[in-house]
């Protein structure tokens, strides 16, 4: 599927859910970020270029993976104060941004934890939107089977 | 194919633990199928949790996540509090699931 017609599917599941606008607009939106492009022109669209790197947000992802379809990867951002959302880029991926996570509500702990595909060894940056900026922490994921 | 959601939450430590486990193949449009045709690309783009009808988190996944998705979160809230978990595909399909926390 390229592009134009990828286009094409997500804004007729768009129309298809103009009962439910505010989401559809949210999905307009994430839709740039989950294109194919760099890890870095991603990094850099999420946090405008400023970023700190910081202990307080714990990423865990395997040395090294066997089965790279099903590579479990959790953050931890509890440590933070005020994380509004958490992204997660796998470097190596044609679509690097494997997952975006808004916290809506205090009452949710700042953590994720979900499974992820990986084509070959590769750099994984967590991403932590918080109320006094972006703060970010990366770990290295050896595949030896990809899966993607 | 039948696209179930397993759905659990408990309370754990005064926190309830909610976790999912969805049935869906995330195809990524790169994949052939036996015949050496790409398998059209098909995934979770929109997911949304909610907690009494507020809504709690919003998940945006890319094709890059896994086949049936593992989901798993932990909320303040209590016993009897009713959890629910919708998703959107690319392809406009959607269900949702909701649950009573144990």
Not at chain 1, 17 to 24: E, I, K
Not at chain 1, 86 to 108: L, Q, T, Y
Not at chain 2, 19 to 31: L, N, P, Q, S, V
Not at chain 2, 51 to 77: C, D, E, H, Q
Request: glycine share 6%.
């Amino acid at each position: 599927m390229n592009r134009r017609t990828a286009l094409k599917t997500l804004l007729g599941g768009a129309i298809a859910l103009s009962g439910m606008v505010p989401l559809s607009v949210l999905a307009n939106v994430n839709n740039k970020l989950m294109e194919k492009m760099a890890a870095i022109d991603a990094i850099n669209a999420i946090t405008n270029g400023k970023h700190t790197t910081s202990d307080d947000l714990k990423l865990q992802s395997p040395k090294l993976a066997e089965n790279g379809s099903q590579v479990p990867v959790s953050v931890n951002a509890t440590a933070l104060n005020g994380v509004k959302s958490i992204f997660i880029i796998v470097h190596e991926n044609i679509k690097p941004v494997a997952m975006r996570v808004d916290f809506d509500s205090d009452e949710v702990l700042a953590y994720a934890s979900f499974r992820v595909k990986m084509g070959k060894p590769t750099k994984v940056t967590a991403i932590a939107h918080t109320s006094s900026g972006f703060v970010t922490t990366s770990t290295n994921t050896k595949v030896t089977k990809g899966g993607c | 194919m039948a696209k179930k959601i397993k759905a659990r939450a408990k309370m754990k430590k005064g926190l309830i633990e909610v976790k999912y486990k969805i049935t869906h193949a995330m195809e990524t449009g790169r994949r052939k199928d036996k015949a050496g045709n790409l398998v059209a690309e098909e995934y979770i783009n929109h997911i949304k949790i909610s907690k009494n009808g507020v809504n709690m988190v919003t998940l945006t996944p890319n094709s890059t996540i896994s086949a049936n998705p593992y989901l798993f979160f932990r909320m303040k809230g209590a016993s009897g509090d009713d959890i629910k978990l919708s998703w959107v595909s690319n392809t406009g399909e959607k269900n949702s699931a909701s649950t009573k926390v144990k």
